[in-house]
């Protein structure tokens, strides 16, 4: 089968520890990956820039921008007024009742840029959110505020838009209620970023249970009902690192490597007529 349709594969939270990159730059040097988002205020991240930098010319190398997990480069008092992480539970809560103050996300996700810039030594290529936190009321805002003032190209710098048709997710049948959920926050997302003229994804997957047992048997249906510029997310971690009892989904993450590293992986592609690509490729 020839493989006319396109994706781009990304690997979610470079940064957030050093098993983790591990994997994230193996698979990338293999041709298993094309695109890996940055957590900054990762312990890892620092470290491990400049071999990510080294495959600027195979990946897109973005801002995983982050609310959650990892405690803010600055404060946001509506959020946390003793400087540490969030919860999402509270995140989505203070959100969706109009309680986030758009200022102070405004600012820390200026921050996080900031490092992103100071550290990579350019522009993310694209732009998310570290439990999809970019596509809430609020963040969103202050997300476009950045394009709007010219702070960010559209052209240059793509966002991620976690919706999809609740017809395509219910025939996928994966995760359908928790997929349904985020696409329903992330309404009107993508065609607002559209109207700025930035570009987005156009279908997207990747949504699972974190269960290490079916990562192989789920990948192919994120294969399938592509729409006309898809991203599949992923979360893997290098297997032979020590395991890390404070990530709930440590295990989850050396099930996907393993997945994305073994000849099955090629054989799922070539199945579903797929080949991984960039953005730029994707949207040109």
Known sequence: MSRDRAIVLCADDFGLSRGIDDGILALAARGRLTATGCMVAGPAFAADAGAVTALADR????????????????????????????????????????????EEIAAEIGRQLDRFRAVIGRDPDFIDGHQHVHVLPGVRRALFSLYDRGVLDGRRTWLRDCREAPATIWARGVEAP??????????????????????VNAGFG????FDPARFAATFPHFLERLGTRPLVMC?????????DPSDPIDRARRAEYAHLASEAFERDLAAAGVRLARMGEIAA
């Open 59 to 102: 990946i897109d190398i973005g801002l995983h921008f982050a609310l959650t997990d990892l405690a803010p480069l600055g404060p946001i008092p509506s959020l946390d007024a003793e400087g540490r992480a969030a919860s999402l539970g509270r995140v989505l809560s203070r959100s969706l009742t109009g309680r986030i103050d758009y």
């Open 235 to 243: 979360h893997p971690a290098d297997p032979a690192a020590a395991a």
């Open 206 to 209: 990747g949504i699972t249970a």
């Open 178 to 199: 928790k997929t349904l959920f985020i696409a329903a926050l992330a309404a009107g997302f993508g065609r607002a970023a559209r109207a700025r003229g930035i570009t």
